[in-house]
């Protein structure tokens, strides 16, 4: 299962782009690992800029994995599976 969220998130990377944190709801979330990245496809054609995706495993209190997505420059978590 999964819950769509859809919300803006604070996103710490290292030099070499890997996710290393994130804040949602004020509260910071330690990625442990990226699972997978993917790319979606936009409609270009009406100036729509592609959505970069990345899953993690991140730690707050527990475990869990998240999907995160840039768009433009802002990035937002998409979805918290179970």
């Known amino acids: 299962m999964s819950k769509l969220i859809g919300e803006p ?3 710490y990377k290292k030099e070499d782009s890997l996710i290393t944190t994130f804040i ?5 979330y330690r990625v442990e690992e990226v699972i997978g ?3 979606e496809p936009s409609e ?7 959505r970069l995706f990345v899953r993690v495993n991140a730690k707050n209190s527990s475990t869990g994995s998240y999907e ?5 420059e802002e990035w937002f978590l ?3 599976l179970d």
């Open 37 to 39: 990245w993917w790319r």
């Open 24 to 28: 949602w709801r004020k509260r910071l």
């Open 78 to 80: 998409h979805r918290v």
């Open 9 to 11: 998130v604070k996103v």
């Open 44 to 50: 270009w054609w009406n100036g729509k800029p592609m």
């Open 68 to 72: 995160l997505y840039k768009l433009g």
